[in-house]
């Protein structure tokens, strides 16, 4: 089954099919994903099946095989399998403005917009962080992003897709890649929900607020809730280019380059992905570690780095046809994986 035929959908997809009287904040929303966070342009969003979140089952077992021979009856045999749930979080945030500010300003309407943006800055970078480093099992309100489940080299049944770049200290970076759709990584949201993927705005103008006398005033309140959840239905379609050394980053390119070689890991992460053509693969990773990956290439004759338009973006570059897209949820101090 290609991409093509995936239920999943792109947040501009689930806008684009919202009620017309919600366009106008459904379409903004986007626009703002796209500019802010590149993640969001390829993660692939569908309804959860259940209540709480999305239920799915995997094989984890196969029928035995006999050998036989005449005058022998086969032995009968079964696969095993196991459930898999993955629940929703909620991200919520809100802003209210005294309406008697109104009074005193020239476009009372920008300053509400201006006030919203910032709300949702907050939501898509929360979210974006979440999807690579929230753990439910530490805040059981969140849900479970990436590192958690690529967080074990050594014994973890995925070690094979937790790739050592060598670095060893408390400060290093982490190149992920992704496969996208159902049968690898996609976003979910309650079925049924009216907003899009699970965010919905909505505006009170006469909300009553209180003071710290408890006195009541008159607020515009918009309040802002993100119902969502985050699923990997297949570990094999996601790579984790794991203790990628940050001070080594400074000096690829260089005559003293210390630095991992980047696109030999990137090519071995693109060779660990089981069934690529099934889903929508991106690079993750941190601007620094982009410029660390060019300087190094530089100095080669890499037919296979090359940029040019990607989902109507200008200018994204592009490893071996897979787009490389900057996520600065990802700047953080990485411990080793071990």
């Known amino acids: 089954m290609?991409?093509?035929?995936?239920?999943?959908?792109?947040?501009?997809?689930?806008?684009?099919?919202?009620?017309?009287?919600?366009?106008?904040i459904?379409?903004?929303?986007?626009?703002?994903?796209?500019?802010?966070?590149?993640?969001?342009?390829?993660m692939l969003w569908r309804p959860g099946n259940m209540g709480g979140g999305h239920k799915y089952i995997i094989r984890t077992g196969l029928p035995k095989a006999t050998w036989t021979k005449l005058y022998q009856g086969v032995p009968h045999?079964?696969?095993?399998?196991?459930?898999?749930?993955?629940?929703?979080?909620?991200l919520e945030?809100?802003?209210?403005?005294?309406?008697?500010?109104?009074?005193?300003?020239?476009?009372?309407?920008?300053?509400?917009y201006s006030e919203d943006i910032a709300c949702k800055e907050s939501l898509y970078q929360s979210l974006a962080t979440a999807i690579f480093y929230e753990n439910q099992s530490v805040n059981e309100e969140r849900i479970t992003g990436l590192s958690p489940r690529f967080n074990d080299k050594t014994?973890?049944?995925?070690?094979?897709?937790?790739?050592?770049?060598?670095?060893?200290?408390?400060?290093?970076?982490?190149?992920?890649?992704?496969?996208?759709?159902e049968e690898g990584a996609f976003g979910i949201?309650?079925?049924?929900?009216?907003?899009?993927?699970?965010?919905?705005?909505?505006?009170?103008?006469?909300?009553t607020a209180f003071d710290s006398n408890n006195n009541p005033y008159t607020v515009d309140r918009t309040e802002f809730k993100w119902?969502?959840?985050?699923?990997?239905?297949?570990?094999?379609?996601?790579?984790?280019?794991?203790?990628?050394?940050?001070?080594?980053?400074?000096?690829?390119?260089?005559?003293?380059d210390t630095c991992a070689d980047l696109a030999w890991f990137m090519d071995k992460a693109l060779d660990s992905i089981i069934a690529p053509s099934n889903v929508r693969l991106a690079f993750y990773m941190t601007r620094e570690t982009l410029s660390a990956f060019k300087s190094?290439?530089?100095?080669?004759?890499?037919?296979?780095?090359?940029?040019?338009?990607?989902?109507?973006?200008?200018?994204?570059?592009?490893?071996?046809?897979?787009?490389?897209?900057?996520?600065?949820?990802?700047?953080?101090?990485?411990?080793?994986?071990?």
């Open 2 to 24: 290609g991409i093509k035929d995936f239920e999943c959908l792109t947040l501009a997809d689930i806008a684009s099919r919202s009620e017309t009287n919600k366009m106008d």
């Open 26 to 42: 459904t379409k903004d929303i986007v626009e703002m994903l796209n500019k802010e966070n590149a993640i969001f342009d390829d």
């Open 77 to 90: 045999s079964k696969s095993t399998t196991a459930q898999v749930t993955e629940t929703f979080g909620r």
């Open 93 to 112: 945030t809100a802003s209210q403005i005294d309406v008697r500010l109104y009074d005193q300003v020239k476009n009372p309407t920008q300053l509400r």
């Open 155 to 181: 014994n973890a049944k995925n070690k094979v897709n937790v790739l050592d770049a060598g670095g060893t200290s408390a400060y290093n970076r982490s190149i992920w890649l992704v496969g996208w759709g």
């Open 189 to 207: 949201y309650p079925d049924g929900d009216t907003g899009v993927a699970g965010l919905t705005m909505k505006n009170r103008k006469d909300f």
């Open 227 to 256: 119902n969502c959840g985050f699923c990997l239905k297949d570990w094999r379609k996601v790579v984790r280019i794991a203790n990628i050394d940050k001070a080594s980053l400074k000096t690829a390119g260089t005559v003293n």
């Open 296 to 338: 190094q290439i530089k100095k080669k004759s890499n037919i296979y780095f090359t940029i040019g338009e990607y989902l109507g973006r200008l200018r994204v570059p592009s490893y071996q046809g897979v787009p490389i897209r900057i996520v600065d949820a990802l700047d953080v101090d990485e411990t080793q994986v071990q």
